[in-house]
């Protein structure tokens, strides 16, 4: 994977410095980082110790092409109102979950051999993604550029397409057999031979932001981000029971990552 990450990034400069040649965009880059709730087939649904519980890290480098700025002479665009509201945001993110069951079906009151079998299993999600997404400011970006302490909220809309490395197991023993596996996960899926995989693989997720910047000085901005992260699959944390039958768990996997980051403004 690390290779792909490294090959990704030189394209992406390679990119970036073109861009800048030809159209005269003006760049930045920055670092994210914050916590992550994992809403996934782990625990119980609308649980306040399932959504404290499965949670994690994730951290970013992310990049904006501002349309407001040209770099090639250090001055503002032709002002429109695309320049002067839109940013166009690329990332390459990366972010991993420990996932247990919380809630109702392992309170320390059930004593039956499932809420054991349930209370023994671990799971944990490894989740590298790349992609880009449209930010809009409803204020004045170049306002906002003008004035130091000043506040530029945002929002907005993309996409990404991630590689995901989920493992699943037991502190009983190998998974898989009536003693250590909850029956609802030796069910078997469509394309799999019971409701839970430890696996690596690939998936396009949809995200969306509500956040807002800090204009610390004329080349640097704090920023802080609330993001939504929809995937187009139910493996992404290692399990799927059968959602024919257990319509409870028929939902994709998704999270929410609040991050805080840091943006310089290159010249």
Known sequence: ??????????????????????????????????????????????????????????????????????????CYAPETYFNDHFKLRSELSYNKTNLEHFGEWVAPDKTSLGADQLRAMR????????????????????DFTARIGSLGPFISLGGQFSQYDAKASSTMGPLGTPLTTFPKYLTPT????????????????????????????????????????????????????????????????WLVWFNVGYIYYLQ
């Not at 430890?198 to 920023?223: A, C, F, N």
């Open 1 to 74: 994977m690390l290779k792909y990450i490294t090959l990704t990034l030189f394209v992406f400069l390679g990119f970036s410095n073109k861009t800048n040649a030809q159209f005269g965009f003006s760049h930045e880059v920055g670092i994210i980082v914050g916590p992550v709730a994992f809403q996934s087939d782990y625990g119980e649904r609308y649980n306040l110790d399932t959504n404290a519980g499965n949670t994690g890290i994730g951290i970013g480098i992310i990049h904006y092409i501002n349309f407001s700025y040209k770099a090639e002479c250090n």
């Open 190 to 253: 469509d394309d799999r031979p019971y409701g839970f995989s430890t696996e690596t693989g690939t998936v396009w997720s949809v995200i969306s932001s509500v956040g807002t910047r800090y204009k610390l000085t004329p080349l640097q901005d704090l920023m802080v981000d609330l993001r939504f992260q929809y995937y187009f699959s139910n493996w992404v944390d290692g399990l799927n029971p059968n959602p024919a039958i257990y319509k409870e768990n028929k939902a994709n996997d």
């Open 123 to 142: 799971g944990s999600t490894a989740v590298t993604n790349i992609g880009m997404q449209l930010e809009y400011f409803p204020l004045s970006i170049r």
